[in-house]
């Protein structure tokens, strides 16, 4: 395919699959794994993929495999937000949530970036984009049945915290895009998000050992395909394309597709409030985007 428009496209589509696979069967690893065990193991399967796959792929700005001393925070602030503490505060949320309501919530990583961005770079950002942000914590209230006493359910709470942790980051990752390839920034990422979640690791042995065999292969699976491939085609779509909203529109999909695979799996569909309060954060993300274009 010589079209880089359409090249970009099959990226981001397969990309999108990958991850909302991530939702579904993250569900189903906790029925085997407690949260922190399950990232580490997740984590450190990508991060043996890196190893393979960084040589091959890594070449660019910056050095191939040991980035430069004054970066190391930057790469540690990566791997604890991007990795380690997002997998946790993930994982966490996911014990209580149906896969298309998480889905759903951490949609809103788009737009909470840009609101740091503000924060962080002095971006602006036009009415409209604050108007969509209000309008998703509508949409999260909505799906918290109404905000009924202003508390948030456990779960929601923990998937909130995620996503303002992915949308840290895209923040750091900016910054360290200026010296480093997206494969480069993710495999490091990868390799300190790992070392974070060491303290798991007495754990991850009781529960690895007790595991059945099906349940060892779905880590295997969430370490590879949600993660380090998932990566590598969000990497490349984003090198491809000529307009970065090609490649972003297709995050709209990933709650449609967690729900079908969540029912073909489990056979559950989310609550009524879920379609409500989905229904509004995905108009909040359309207008979102729609005001990008406009400003």
Not at 63 to 68: E, G, H, K, T
Not at 128 to 152: E, Q, T
Not at 226 to 246: E, G, K
Request: proline share 5%; aromatic share 12%.
């Amino acid at each position: 395919m010589n079209n880089p428009a359409l090249v970009c496209q099959v990226y981001a589509f397969a990309t999108v699959v990958l991850w909302s696979t991530a939702y579904v069967y993250t569900k189903v690893a906790l029925e085997f794994f407690t949260p922190g065990p399950l990232g580490l193991v997740r984590c450190a399967v990508a991060s043996l993929a890196f190893l393979v796959i960084l040589p091959v792929m890594g070449k660019g700005r910056g050095s191939l495999f040991v980035p430069a001393v004054r970066h190391l925070p930057l790469i540690a602030a990566s791997g604890l937000s991007g990795f380690t503490l997002y997998l946790l505060a993930f994982n966490e949320g996911s014990i209580s949530l149906n896969p298309t309501t998480n889905c759903i919530v951490i949609s809103t990583a788009p737009i909470l970036t840009a609101a740091l961005a503000r924060m962080f770079f002095g971006e602006r950002l036009p009415v409209l984009r604050w108007l969509a942000l209000a309008l998703a914590f509508c949409g999260v209230v909505l799906m918290n049945g109404g905000g009924s006493g202003f508390m948030l359910a456990p779960g929601m709470g923990w998937v909130l915290v995620a996503a303002v942790l992915i949308s840290l980051y895209n923040i750091v990752q900016r910054t360290l895009s200026r010296h480093y390839s997206s494969v480069q920034i993710a495999a490091w990422s990868f390799f300190a998000g790992t070392l974070f979640l060491l303290y798991c690791l007495p754990q991850t042995v009781v529960e690895l050992r007790a595991a059945p065999a099906h349940a060892l292969w779905l880590l295997l699976f969430l370490g590879i395909f949600p993660s380090a491939v998932a990566y590598l085609c969000w990497a490349r779509a984003l090198a491809v394309t000529p307009r970065t909203s090609l490649v972003t529109n297709y995050m709209f999909l990933t709650p449609f597709l967690s729900m079908l695979l969540d029912f073909a799996v489990r056979g559950g569909l989310p609550e009524a409030s879920t379609f409500v309060g989905g229904a509004v954060i995905m108009g909040a993300l359309v207008l979102f985007s729609l005001a990008g274009r406009r400003s």
